[in-house]
């Protein structure tokens, strides 16, 4: 019997959604944006001012995109750092500025370059499939590089004989080995986020929305993937919650992501996934972005991502790979 709500859920709702005039921020950044002839991406888990004035906003593949084929001089890219810093290795000649630059991600973290190369070591002939979250030390390291959105896909793709590490989300890898039916090695990283979300606190939530479908994303635990009717990257959530008949839907992820459920769906209400202690769960490091730090970013084109050039070239060919693999 699951336990009763003693909580207020957070619940995101479409219905009568009408976007809010422009703050003063908000224009000064469009206007700086036009002097800069500069272009705008956020990741889906941006707070929503940030959303509603990009000019894309998406999940990590399609920000890969949007960056390799960016016509502008700047790139100011409102997401955690490795995500700027991709955008940077697709596009060496522009300025990639990222608001914060201390917006970091728990899961590239957890797979510094070095403890990669020292495995690869000692374990010569690995095939390495790193995540996107994680450093372009780490990418460079790597074979190919895939997202939540097409690793399944990636990793379908490797030869069969090849002894396959996948770094640095054991979650995530856990889900792709299982829907490939392929080994995988699994590096030890997880998402201090996703790994928050659980079943006991998913069953309390539903026990209030009996019919509301659940999508989660695969970043969380076993446990609640098994849970959920859909597990997908973010943007394949927009067409699960497109399709789904029901109005109501429990979103387990960041809840950035429910600003692009309302903006893009009408008619329905999304609900954050719970913690066994919040109603919701942010992404510090995502959260890190504010509109006041756009602006002093365009204004004054800092903090500018910077590489090393040989690194940069070397982390470019695993994310070319993938860039053509899932074309
Ligand atoms: P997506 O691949 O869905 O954009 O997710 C990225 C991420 O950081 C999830 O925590
Ligand atoms: Fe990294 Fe998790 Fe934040 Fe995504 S939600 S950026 S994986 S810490």
């Given at each position: 019997m699951p336990e009763v709500l003693d909580y207020q859920p957070l619940i995101i709702s479409s219905?009568?959604?009408?976007?809010?005039?422009?703050?003063?921020?908000?224009?000064?950044?469009?206007?700086l944006k036009k002097e800069k002839n500069a272009i705008i991406l956020a990741h889906n888990y941006q707070v929503d001012a940030i959303q509603r004035i990009a000019d894309y906003v998406g999940d990590s593949l399609g920000l890969s995109y949007k960056a390799s084929e960016a016509d502008a001089d700047v790139i100011l890219f409102c997401g955690v750092h490795f995500m700027a810093e991709t955008a940077k290795i697709v596009n060496p000649d522009k300025t990639v500025i990222l608001p914060d630059l201390e917006a970091g991600c728990s899961l590239s973290d957890s797979c510094p370059a070095e403890k990669l190369a020292a495995y690869k070591e000692a374990n010569p002939g690995t095939y390495v499939v790193a995540y996107i979250n994680c450093s372009a030390g780490v990418k460079a390291l790597s074979d190919v590089i895939c997202t939540s959105g097409n690793a399944a896909?990636?990793?379908?793709?490797?030869?069969?004989?090849?002894?396959?590490?996948?770094?640095?989300?054991?979650?995530?890898?856990?889900?792709?080995?299982?829907?490939?039916?392929?080994?995988?090695?699994?590096?030890?990283?997880?998402?201090?986020?996703?790994?928050l979300f659980t079943v006991q606190s998913l069953e309390k939530l539903r026990a209030k929305f009996p019919g509301a479908p659940i999508v989660a994303h695969p970043e969380c635990i076993e446990t609640v993937r098994d849970l959920a009717d859909e597990v997908c990257s973010t943007e394949k959530m927009l067409g699960f919650c497109k399709n789904t008949q029901s109005e109501d839907i429990i979103v387990v992820t960041e809840s950035g992501m429910l600003n692009r459920l309302?903006?893009?769906?009408?008619?329905?209400?999304f609900i954050a996934g719970p913690t066994d202690t919040c109603a919701c769960n942010d992404c510090r490091f995502m959260k890190m972005n504010t509109v006041e730090k756009m602006r002093d970013a365009l204004k004054y084109l800092s903090p500018e991502i910077e590489l090393k050039e040989s690194i940069r070239q070397k982390a470019f060919v695993p994310i070319k790979r993938m860039l053509d693999w899932s074309r």
């Open positions: 219905k009568g959604f009408e976007e809010e005039p422009l703050t003063t921020v908000q224009q000064e950044i469009l206007d896909e990636i990793v379908q793709r490797i030869p069969k004989d090849k002894d396959i590490l996948f770094v640095p989300d054991q979650n995530l890898g856990q889900w792709v080995a299982k829907q490939t039916s392929r080994k995988l090695k699994l590096w030890p990283g997880c998402c201090y986020a996703h790994v309302r903006r893009e769906i009408s008619g329905k209400n």
